[in-house]
């Protein structure tokens, strides 16, 4: 029944990828799509991929602060080789790159695995924060946007209504989840406590401050590079604030659904950029382009990283 479930756990999400590839390719021609790459300006395309690899640079750095405080002084070098390494699995299994970056970090540093793979879960504590940070900031630029179009669909009464029912759901829900011994309950409870667990342990670390800055520093880039890869094509050019932090949210989501966000990525850049006017072809090009060279960049440097790892440390495994 297990090695069912991991199957199905590798197969779906491929399967779902490949569907919507064809779905995607069914909305634009290839000579089309291939006509946006060629007129695509490069200059913000380089910038957004160096953008990208920056704040993979220090994520790499970020990790070192959460080994200290466990008694290891890992080499950054091998660090950041094992976050590329993550990512280039991730590509083919989802989320087995977290698993692997702590086997890399227990072969080439002897930090124990439980104890890597603990900090790496921290390390997501602290980027979903950073992540529902993102999501209220755009709620909060977007927020007469998104009023004004629920206005549009529901008189006031309907609104407030629906607004009672889901507090009532939302309140059903907590007490269930707080209440309940069912499995799905403690699931949630669990997670629940671990996120507020990791982010209280990030401010009793010695280099709380460094690692704080590099966390929004790493989502800086992220943002950044997304938007500044909009400007390699002028059919979006005066793209807004609130269409590239829809679209960067939705893009990031996307990423979980399928194998390393393939299919799945541009539409979901499509279905963002639609809600504000911008044209369906450039952006589903737009999508394409940018998963096309950050997926390249995770190849290159996740493949060199991994037959690099043994050369580089092949000091230490004489000894």
Excluded: C
């Amino acid at each position: 029944m297990s090695s069912s479930k991991s199957i199905l756990k590798v197969v779906l999400p491929l399967l779902l990828g490949i569907a919507l590839v064809w779905y995607s390719l069914s909305q634009i021609s290839v000579s089309k799509l291939v006509e946006y790459f060629k007129d695509a300006n490069y200059f913000w395309v380089f910038l957004g991929t160096s953008l990208g690899i920056l704040s993979h640079t220090s994520r790499a750095y970020r990790w070192l602060f959460m080994a200290e405080p466990l008694g290891y002084k890992p080499k950054f070098t091998n660090s950041f080789m094992a976050v590329y390494s993550a990512y280039l699995i991730n590509l083919t299994i989802p989320r087995a790159g977290e698993v692997a970056r702590a086997s890399i970090l227990a072969n080439y540093e002897n930090v124990p695995f439980e104890k890597g793979f603990g900090t790496i879960v921290a390390e997501r504590v602290a980027d979903t924060i950073m992540l529902l940070l993102i999501i209220g900031v755009a709620l909060i630029v977007k927020f007469d946007f998104i009023y004004d179009d629920l206005m549009k669909k529901f008189n006031p009464s309907s609104l407030i209504i629906m607004m009672t029912a889901l507090l009532i759901v939302v309140s059903g829900v907590y007490f269930f989840i707080k209440k309940s011994a069912s499995k799905f309950a403690l699931k949630v409870r669990n997670f629940i406590n671990g996120l507020i667990e990791g982010a209280l342990s990030i401010f009793k670390m010695k280099k709380k401050w460094a690692f704080i800055f590099h966390t929004v520093f790493i989502w800086v880039m992220y943002v950044l590079m997304f938007y500044v890869t909009t400007k390699a094509l002028p059919e979006l050019s005066g793209i807004s604030i609130g269409a590239v932090l829809i679209g960067f949210i939705l893009a990031s989501f996307s990423i979980a659904a399928t194998n390393g966000g393939i299919g799945s990525f541009p539409e979901a850049i499509v279905i963002a950029f639609l809600l504000f006017n911008m044209p369906e072809d450039p952006s589903r090009a737009f999508g394409w382009i940018m998963w096309s060279t950050q997926t390249l960049v995770i190849i290159i440097l996740g493949g060199l990283s991994l037959i690099y790892l043994p050369i580089y440390n092949r000091k230490k495994a004489k000894i």
